[in-house]
């Protein structure tokens, strides 16, 4: 549910950068003019073909605009387009039971536009979907440039028998987590930020009990580990998913959990965390003793870089006079000290059916779909109805009727948009929050501090890039998830977070081997040998953490160099 949720709030964060990128972005060369052939085919215009295509049914869509599946820029896509196109809109909640559903009964949709990888895999493993190499290698022109360009994108997309499958695009890489910190408590206080996870926790404590509001009374927490915030904590001490690689193999990290859940006992026994937490799952209260200056560190992830601002800064100062904020590195735990989750460099976002009849069509419309004339459509709407170009770039006219006609409505219709290929001056912070400075320092701040490619990540590779165990090896994770999870979020019952829940008489020692057993009665140690194998024979074909820094690395290159033009 984390990742689900996490890959929704990933395509909401790219399409608020994406509202307001550039026009100025080159487009894509045409064919020779001076081809007898091309001017043939000029003259004798290609049948257009019927396909039909999912997408996402958002509930944002204003009445009076239509509905995701027949609104102005689905007919825009329709007239401007290379085929005729019917949208079926689905749910996040329902797209995982009714995509099954279709392809069950032999209505699958000609491409099927859909983040999560645990729909698309099994579709591969029924051969359900479609080799793409030689259609794109024969009808594609803008695809098969980005592929040829951008080897990392055919890697993310090709399956395990070698053959590219999935279709999706690189897009613009911020970091998603971090540790904000009141900076005015430890000034106070007479603190310096914490550079460990021990140095962590003692700050945490003197917040707690050392009276930082200044009001006589002890009614502060030092942390918070509600709801993802936990996931923060955890990736601090590289306990996630839960697979490590020690000493270049992989392996479960049982002693990286043991770890944490002992850091988090630790908070919970001290009341240096709100031990309520437990049913603080959507982080609600957290949030709001954070802002209304009654928790000291809080650990969330952002759905964009404004949200550091609009949704902690001026809420917090609002309600607190004086009071500021800032963002630490992750403290080094004893297992050292991490990179914290990246937007996902590399997404794939569609696959193409193999019941298709057209296929040739759909690959043009991929191509169509990729363009940059049509994300700059995709992404500004019209010029002088939605946008202004002012300095060379796309100025919204009015914000409410923007985000009424275009972004509500497109914001799903780009999971094929290159954001990560089209960062320009107009999509940097000094141009995009010009208006508001704070925004612009924030989102500087926290790609100074989390963007340290000397540090390893903080999980093998992205969530949406690992490997698909196979059904009887991913029903054991299932069903000793329920039981196990070392994420507390999961639910109170799980052995991990009684040990917290109950750290006087359950130690940390104790949950472990109860996990263990559970797990190893449960067959876990054949998925641990299928990962261990899988790791040692495919680590150099799948998609890692590597991967992620390369494109990362190159993006940062050039967003330096731009913001160092714009000086």
Not at 152 to 181: C, F, M, S
Not at 278 to 285: P, V
Request: net charge neutral; hydrophobic share 35%.
């Amino acid at each position: 549910m984390e990742n689900r949720k996490l890959n929704a709030k990933m395509a909401l964060a790219a399409s608020a950068l994406l509202a307001l990128t550039l026009a100025g972005c080159s487009k894509e060369g045409g064919t020779d003019a001076g081809s007898s052939a091309s001017a043939t085919a000029a003259a004798t215009p290609e049948v257009r073909r019927d396909i039909t295509v999912t997408t996402y049914d958002t509930g944002r869509v204003a009445q009076e605009e239509g509905t995701n599946e027949q609104n102005r820029w689905t007919k825009w896509i329709n007239e401007n387009g290379p085929a005729n196109v019917k949208f079926t809109a689905i749910s996040f909640a329902q797209i995982k039971e009714k995509t099954n559903v279709m392809y069950a009964s032999g209505s699958a949709p000609d491409l099927l536009m859909v983040f999560d990888p645990t729909i698309r895999n099994p579709l591969y493993d029924q051969k359900q979907l479609l080799s793409l190499d030689d259609l794109i290698a024969k009808h594609s022109t803008v695809y098969k440039k980005l592929l040829e360009e951008n080897p990392l994108l055919r890697k993310a997309g090709t399956k395990p028998d070698g053959k590219l499958y999935e279709i999706g695009h690189i897009q613009w890489v911020n970091p998603l987590r971090g540790v904000i910190i009141r900076d005015d408590w430890l000034k106070k206080l007479n603190l310096q930020a914490p550079k460990t996870t021990e140095e962590l926790y003692q700050v945490a404590k003197a917040f707690t009990e050392q009276d930082p509001d200044g009001n006589g009374k002890k009614d502060t927490y030092g942390m918070a580990l509600s709801g993802s915030m936990e996931y923060t904590v955890n990736q601090m001490f590289y306990a996630i998913k839960p697979w490590v690689v020690k000493d270049g193999k992989l392996t479960y990290s049982w002693e990286n959990i043991k770890a944490v859940t002992e850091f988090k006992q630790r908070l919970y026994n001290e009341g240096i965390v709100d031990k309520d937490f437990f049913n603080d799952k959507n982080m609600a209260k957290a949030k709001q003793d954070f802002i209304t200056g009654k928790l000291g560190i809080i650990t969330p992830n952002f759905n964009s870089p404004q949200d550091l601002v609009l949704q902690y800064l001026d809420p917090l100062q609002k309600n607190v006079a004086g009071a500021t904020m800032t963002l630490i590195p992750f403290p080094e735990s004893p297992f050292g000290r991490f990179t914290p989750s990246l937007e996902n460099p590399v997404q794939m976002t569609g696959a193409v059916s193999a019941s298709t009849k057209n296929p040739e069509a759909v690959i043009k419309y991929i191509d169509f779909m990729a363009s940059n004339s049509t994300a700059d459509v995709l992404d500004n709407g019209l010029e002088g109805v939605h946008t202004k170009t002012i300095d060379g770039c796309p100025q919204i006219i009015d914000n409410d009727k923007f985000k009424k006609e275009v972004s509500d409505i497109t914001v799903y219709m780009k999971m094929l948009t290159n954001t990560g290929l089209r960062f320009n001056k107009c999509s940097t912070p000094a141009v995009m929050y010009k208006s508001d400075p704070r925004v612009q320092e924030y989102y500087q701040l926290l790609r100074d501090t989390y963007l340290n490619f000397e540090l390893p990540y903080a999980e093998l590779t992205h969530s949406e890039h690992m490997p698909q165990l196979p059904k009887d090896l991913a029903a054991i994770v299932t069903n000793t998830d329920k039981q196990v999870n070392s994420m507390v979020g999961a639910g109170n019952g799980t052995i991990w977070a009684r040990a917290i829940a109950e750290s006087g008489k359950y130690s940390a020692d104790a949950a472990q081997k109860d996990a263990m057993e559970v797990w190893e009665k449960a067959g876990g140690k054949q998925v641990e040998e299928w990962m261990a194998n899988w790791y040692a024979s495919d680590k150099d074909k799948a998609f890692l953490a590597k991967d992620m820094y390369e494109i990362a690395k190159q993006q940062d290159v050039r967003y330096k160099e731009i913001m160092k033009g714009l000086k």
